[in-house]
């Protein structure tokens, strides 16, 4: 009787994860959808979206610091999850302004590794940021600090991407 119920238990928790899978596979096909239209439909650049994205990024972030204090929390988790397709988006569309940043190909390799020392540093320094930002400021308004401040840095995301794109030209 138990192997039956460890069998079924089994198959259960099996297809558990194949509805998990397919749930993050139509997640990452919602982000990736509105690129690839917005690039055939409106000939834009990657750089175009890039800048698109950090300021999509910069006003949901604001919008993170804003709403704790209206109370409304499925907006807010709805914010939380698109923040985190952009944050996805952005680290793709930076492999992919390798092209229209015309980098020739025997220094490709050392813009690779400049781009993922200046792209990843974030994640070395950021998680100290917050922590120091949550001592010091505990509750809302240490996470509200938090936000604010990845926002700027969204903001500066996209001055950098505007000057890039007026270099290029």
Not at 132 to 157: E, H, K
Request: proline content about 4%; aromatic content about 10%; overall charge positive.
């Amino acid at each position: 009787m138990s192997t039956t119920l460890e069998s079924a238990a089994t198959k259960a928790a099996g297809a558990r994860g194949r509805y998990l899978q397919l749930t993050l596979i139509a997640i990452a096909a919602g982000a990736i959808y509105p690129i690839l239209y917005l690039r055939q439909s409106y000939q834009t650049t990657m750089l175009e979206v890039l800048l698109l994205a950090f300021l999509l990024s910069a006003v949901s972030l604001m919008g993170m610091v804003l709403l704790p204090g209206i109370g409304s929390t499925p907006v807010l988790i709805g914010l939380i999850l698109f923040v985190g397709l952009l944050t996805y988006a952005i680290r793709g569309l930076y492999w992919a302004i390798l092209d229209d940043c015309n980098v020739p190909a025997h220094v490709t390799g050392l813009a690779i590794g400049i781009i993922s020392l200046i792209g990843y540093a974030p994640d070395t320094y950021l998680p100290l940021v917050n922590g120091y930002l949550s001592d010091r400021y505990p509750g809302l308004a240490g996470y509200q600090f938090y936000f604010s401040y990845i926002a700027v840095i969204c903001l500066l995301g996209a001055v950098a991407t505007a000057i890039l794109m007026t270099r290029l030209k």
